[in-house]
């Protein structure tokens, strides 16, 4: 008994852990619904989704967001949103509800819809901002018209078993729960109502739960050292590649054959690491008091382009960056921060477009760092970073022990350097 209650135990540790993201340990996906007015057999509810997370996006195709109604509910209407599918609505006659099915799934709307079916901060195709690269977009919300369902605070029944795609799977979502209503604000800011009933939903993404192997994979180098270590073989799976593609001229030929086959995989340029993303650092030249490093981003996805892309980065020397140079004629927003821990700092760029896999799949910018004299070395991979997240997910890098290495040589030079100024100080002391 004693054994089975340890199981349990290291299982449920081991499920938080991997839901568990230390660089952005209160990031989420906030689901709320509030109830804006009752009608004669439901409610019509305002339902906002909240992309809490620090540096991961929505991306295209964007949000699905599907529940399970705790009753017969319907959805006589949508504004901002619509049902992927109706369901069976045959038991109504005359006025047919928007969706009839027991577990609806909703999807935002496409840009450009007329203004009778647009509601605030709909319309985005589903495409959410991370919050902590712009607020102001990462929050999406629609309209819906319920019947058949409660019409008090006490008789209303909360959906279960939510779900959301983001656009992929990796989100799990835990149960409403009613909150204080939610307090809006008139737009000359001098009256203050709420909503009728507040519940709130939320969901934690997990990268172990999204995908088996990781998304980008990171590559180094330095002026030091002429061995470039690349990302190890096949770091996101080689399953696929008999669909990747050697060839650009083969494109049209491959991408044919996929979407007959109907597999939605992605198709990517023929690598040794087969990754989507790849991260390279180069430790670029070191100057008495600054050291300068570029780092370049390569996309091997001929389907994607990453658009409000985000690549972070920690290592010791980032609360020294002196300036950022962009060589990809692009704004490029960078900034520094320390994280909870107080032991590394966190690099996070930001830009527009990181374009498909081919000629122009790539973005580079270089950074010049002071030193700090108490901590810095180019000696046992200090130069390089200790982590990296493209898009909010982790990349994984080479060994260690490849490492491109400070050679021995130049340990000996500094020091020979070092005795030689002793043996002039101990021959001035001397006479």
């Known amino acids: 008994m004693r054994t089975l209650v340890s199981v349990l135990f290291f299982l449920a540790i081991f499920s938080c852990a991997a839901a568990y993201d230390p660089l952005d340990p209160n990031g ?39 529940w399970t109604w705790a009753r017969r509910e319907v959805i006589w209407a949508a504004v901002g949103a619509e049902a992927t599918e109706q369901g069976d609505c045959s038991r109504f006659k005359g006025n047919v509800p928007h969706c009839c099915k027991k577990t609806p799934t909703f999807v935002d709307l496409l840009p450009g819809v007329p203004y009778n079916q647009q509601f605030t901060n709909c319309c985005k195709g589903g495409v959410l901002s991370a919050w902590g690269q712009d607020p102001s977009t990462a929050v999406s919300s629609f309209q819906l018209s319920v019947g058949s369902a409660g019409t008090t605070n006490r008789t209303v029944r909360l959906p279960r078993n939510f779900t959301l795609l983001g656009p992929g799977t990796g989100y799990t979502c835990g149960k409403a729960r009613i909150v204080p209503p939610t307090i809006f604000l008139t737009s000359a800011g001098r009256r203050r109502t709420q909503a009728l009933m507040t519940w709130n939903v939320t969901c934690s993404y997990s990268q172990l739960q999204a995908r088996k192997y990781p998304s980008c994979c990171v ?9 470039i270590v690349h990302c190890p073989s096949c770091t996101c799976g080689c399953q696929d590649k008999r669909n990747c593609i050697h060839d650009s001229k083969m494109l049209s030929v491959v ?62 020397n980032f609360n020294n960056v002196t300036q950022v140079f962009s060589f990809d004629y692009k704004p490029l927003i960078a900034y520094s921060s320390i994280n909870d821990t107080g032991m590394f700092y966190g690099m996070k760029f930001f830009n527009d477009r ?16 002071q030193k700090d004299k108490n901590t810095f070395t180019l000696r046992e991979g ?9 898009n909010g997910d982790e990349c994984q890098f080479p060994p260690p022990d490849v490492y491109p290495f400070l050679p021995n040589s130049a340990q000996k030079i500094l020091l020979s350097f070092s005795a030689l100024i002793s043996l002039f100080f101990f021959l001035f002391i001397a006479i």
């Open 255 to 316: 991408e044919d054959d996929a979407k007959r086959k109907g597999n939605g995989l992605p198709l990517l340029q023929c690598t040794r690491h087969m990754c989507p993303v790849r991260v390279h650092w180069h430790v670029m030249l070191n100057y008495k008091e600054y050291w300068r490093v570029k780092v370049s981003i390569t996309n091997f996805n001929y389907q994607m382009n990453y658009t409000h892309w985000t690549l972070v980065m920690q290592h010791p």
């Open 219 to 227: 590559s180094l180098s330095s002026f030091y050292n002429s061995t």
């Open 354 to 369: 990181l374009v498909q896999a081919g000629e122009f799949g790539f973005v580079q910018s270089e950074m010049l760092l």
């Open 382 to 390: 200090w130069a390089f970073p200790r982590k990296v997240y493209f």
């Open 28 to 66: 989420n996906i906030t689901v709320k619904w509030d109830i804006m007015s009752w009608t004669p057999d439901g409610y019509v509810a305002a339902v906002t989704v909240n992309n809490f997370q620090m540096y991961r996006h929505i991306m295209s195709p964007g949000w699905t967001l599907g």
